[in-house]
Nanobody, 119 residues
Framework: QVQLVESGGGLVQPGGSLRLSCTASGSIFSINAMGWYRQAPGKQRELVSSITRGGTANYADSVKGRGTISRDNAKNTVYLQMDSLKPEDTAVYYC?????????????WGQGTQVTVSS
């Protein structure tokens, strides 16, 4: 019903920046909130940031002050700007979308994009 495709990952030096993008397609009009999760090797997937259709954002404590989430509803795209990157930020970052109907909620996930912070 909804497909999510991420881009923007790569190798970044500590202290550097990058911007992740996620574009939704399919039943895009059913999407409410969108966000970013990440999963490092040997660790559980964790929420990084989320944003509602109206623009209300929240952030994990680990990225507050360094991450900025934004959403372009016209382009069906959510972005995550990450600054002052640390090696601890290394993970696969997954785009997430929640769609809601009158009878159910659905969660959709992108394929993930690798972010590696290393010198």
């Amino acid at each position: 019903q909804v497909q999510l495709v991420e881009s923007g990952g790569g190798l970044v030096q500590p202290g550097g920046s990058l911007r992740l993008s996620c574009t939704a397609s399919g039943s895009i009009f059913s999407i409410n909130a969108m966000g970013w999760y990440r999963q490092a090797p040997g660790k559980q997937r964790e929420l990084v940031s989320s944003i509602t259709r109206g623009g209300t954002a929240n952030y994990a404590d680990s990225v507050k002050g360094r991450g900025t989430i934004s959403r372009d509803n016209a382009k069906n795209t959510v972005y995550l700007q990450m600054d002052s990157l640390k090696p601890e930020d290394t993970a696969v970052y997954y785009c997430h979308a929640r769609a809601r109907t009158v009878i159910a909620e659905f969660d959709f996930w992108g394929q993930g994009t690798q972010v590696t912070v290393s010198s």
